[in-house]
């Protein structure tokens, strides 16, 4: 079993910074991407950042350049440095990691419980 515990939401003002904070635990022999994706009240969810094993990085289009997805792979966490922050950007924000939890079972992907992320106009 492999649990995913997220820190580092709240409440900000527009143009404010947080960090996010995730990390894994339990039976890991392998963690492949890990993600952090994000729900808004009344829409769907949707992927906001992702960074590959060995670093490489995915962004959606509306936090080029703001946000910046970072990992370190001796603590099994991942983190999501937000600036600039609007508030469209308030959201419940989730943890999502790809973990081989032995070298001859394929990849399940885990879930954090999620952390609120408010910004305020």
């Known amino acids: 079993q492999v649990q995913l515990v997220e820190s580092g939401g709240g409440l900000v003002q527009t143009g404010g910074s947080l960090r996010l904070s995730c990390t894994a635990s339990?039976?890991?022999?392998?963690?492949?991407?890990m993600a952090w994706y994000r729900q808004a009240p009344g829409k769907e969810r949707e992927l906001v950042a992702a960074i590959a094993e060995l670093g490489s990085t995915n962004y959606t289009d509306s936090v080029k350049g703001r946000f910046t997805i970072s990992r370190d792979n001796t603590k099994n966490t991942v983190y999501l440095q937000m600036n600039s922050l609007r508030p469209e950007d308030t959201a419940v924000y989730y943890c999502?990691?790809?973990?081989?939890?032995?070298?001859?079972?394929?990849?399940?992907?885990?879930w954090g419980q999620g952390t609120q992320v408010t910004v305020s106009s």
């Open positions: 339990g039976s890991i022999w392998r963690i492949n991407a």
């Open positions: 999502n990691a790809d973990v081989e939890t032995n070298p001859w079972i394929a990849q399940v992907a885990y």
